[in-house]
Each structure stands twice: as C-alpha cells, then as structure tokens.
C-alpha cells in the first residue's frame, strides 16, 4: 500500500511539473501603475479569463509601469519579450507612420463613432494587415481612452489663443506635435512615465491627455488648469505577438481572443462612465476646469485641423489620408441616419 501510494504522489507530481513546464507565460504591460481604474480593472479580468478558459496552458502576468515607457514596450512585445500591451494610438507612430491619421484633431464626434469606424469600416481590415506587415506588431483589439485635452500651469485654455507661447509635453508623435506647433506651443516630447515630474519642476508648462490619464499619471497633483476643448479621441489599441499567438493551442489562442473582447468592453465602460467622474474628481483636487463650447471647439477645428491634414498628406500621401478621413465620415453619416 505505501509503495502504491509513493508511486501514486511521484506520478502526480510529475504531472504537476510537466503540466507548469507546459504553460505559455504571457506577460501583459503597461506603462501606468497598478490603480483603481479601468486598465486595471481590465487586465485583471482579462487575467482571470485566460487562465481560466485556456485551462491553465496560459499563465498571465501583469506588469504595470516601471518596464519602460510604451516605445520600449512595443518594441518588447515585437521581440516576444512582452506578449502583450494596449496602448493609445499615438505610441505606434515611431513604428507605423500612418498610424497619424487618427490624430487629426475633431476627426471624430463621439466616441460611438470612433468604435464603430475602427470595428467595421473595411479600410481598417487593410491597416491592421498592413500594421503587422510593416512592423511585426498584430493588433487584436480597440478600445477608448476618452478624448484628450489640454491642461497648463499658466492660464485658463479657452481659445487658440490661449495656447500660444505655452511649453507642453507631447507624445512621440509627429502628428501631436505639428497640431501644438499650428496652435503657437513649443511642444516638448516626454516619455509618459516622467511627465509629472517634469510638469512638476516646471520643465513644460502641461501637455494634453484624458482626464483619466491626468489623474492616473498623476498630472492631477501638478497642474492649475484643464481645458474640455476634446481636440483628439484617444483610440487604444490592443496588440500581441503574433508568434507567440500563433503558436499557442486553438483553445488558448480562443481564450486570449475572447480574453481581449473582455478587456475591450470593461475599457470602454469604464472610460465612459468615468469621464464627468475623473473631471470632477480633478476639479475636486483644486484645479479648474474649463468646458469649452461648440463655438470655441470650432475655432480649434479651423485652427488646426487643415495644417496637420497638409502636414500628413506630405508624410502620408494625399490619398491615404483622403480616403481614411472620407471612410470615417461615410461611417458618422451612416449613423446619423440610423
């Protein structure tokens, strides 16, 4: 009997340690620190699903903030180092130069646009292939990060005008900084981990971010001023490996899909239902918030927008950008007729 039951533990436990040895470590980053919030929030559900539905071929793990800013950490999962990440759009420009096109300031109206363009319109079929063509990175998912505004330790960003002479951080991101240049800012690229800091020291005046993204990289404890001028939506996209996607069983590989709709859903609630939060909860921290009006938002819009569609049909080629900014209006159009 003992010597059954010694044998019976042994094969059980080389069961164990065939089945751990057997496990894929997808490792998921991000830039922002592990928080009360919807990235968050997410990927822990996306964690518990994968695990779950893959049973146990996949081990999760999360890594938030301190592996780098979103450059190195694309370039991480492009090398398999990281299998996955879910950044703004605006980190992909250094990889992907066509990616700009979503910067184009008042592009979209609502968010339910912005989704509904990048799910269903056909051109977006055409970039995602070419995404991963040109740069190795496979995109699997979009969600929101809400749109993005302006935010200074100077003064109150009402019009245009108010902009002018400002030094604010940017993104990595042509684009961004062509849009802050049209407006007579000194745009001054940061990676996102350092910005507070630099805000802080007085190193730029702001910059320009979600309300969410304010409080989470904590530009809520250094600024005076948010504007709601909503000049660019901040589009998340989710991206993996594809060698390491592809090389995971049918059932993992369902999983982390399905995993990603997962996330995709509880980001787009909770950016949604957290925005006029996040906005009082800055306001709640002493910092004022200006909401701009439709009048105001439209001197933005004629201010800018056609130097940075110049700016990108030169980089981009006309047609590209023609075609792309025409998909997303046939896309708004069909909405407003539903």
Not at 30 to 35: G, H, I, Q
Not at 303 to 330: C, H, M, N
Request: glycine share 8%; proline share 5%; no cysteine.
């Amino acid at each position: 009997m003992k010597t059954t039951l010694k044998w019976f533990g042994a094969a059980a436990l080389g069961m164990l340690i065939v089945g751990s040895a057997q496990a894929e470590t997808l490792r998921f980053a991000t830039t922002l620190p592990e928080a009360d919030n919807p990235e968050t929030r997410a990927m822990k559900a996306f964690e518990k699903y994968v695990e779950f539905h893959s049973n146990g071929e996949v081990d999760v793990q999360l890594l938030h903030g301190g592996v780098g800013g979103d450059r190195e950490i694309l370039e991480n999962v492009r090398n398999n180092i990281f299998q996955m990440t879910a950044t703004t759009d605006g980190a992909l420009a250094s990889f992907y130069p066509k990616v700009q096109v979503f910067s184009v300031p008042y592009l979209f109206n609502s968010t339910r646009s912005a989704m509904t363009f990048m799910n269903e319109a056909p051109i977006m079929d055409d970039f995602v292939a070419d995404v991963e063509a040109q740069t190795g990175l496979r995109i699997v998912g979009f969600a929101a990060d809400g749109f993005r505004n302006f935010v200074n330790n100077v003064r109150p960003i009402k019009t245009p005008e108010d902009v002018k002479g400002l030094k604010l951080r940017s993104m990595e991101s042509p684009v961004m900084i062509s849009l802050m240049k049209s407006l007579g800012a000194a745009p001054t690229p940061i990676p996102f981990p350092e910005s507070a800091m630099a805000i802080r020291q007085g190193v730029v005046d702001g910059g320009e971010n979600p309300p969410s993204t304010v409080i989470n990289g904590g530009w809520a404890d250094v600024i005076k001023y948010m504007s709601l001028d909503e000049h660019i939506f901040s589009a998340v996209f989710v991206y993996v490996n594809p060698d390491f996607l592809d090389g995971l069983s049918s059932q993992s590989r369902a999983a982390v899909l399905d995993g990603v709709q997962l996330y995709d859903a509880i980001m787009l609630a909770g950016k949604g239902e957290g925005y006029l939060d996040d906005t009082q909860k800055i306001r709640d921290m002493g910092v004022e918030v200006y909401v701009n009006s439709p009048e105001e938002k439209a001197q933005f819009r004629e201010v800018t927008q056609q130097p940075v569609l110049d700016f990108l049909s030169e980089q981009l080629g006309a047609d590209y950008v023609d075609d792309f900014v025409a998909a997303v209006r046939k896309t708004e159009d069909s909405l407003s007729t539903d």
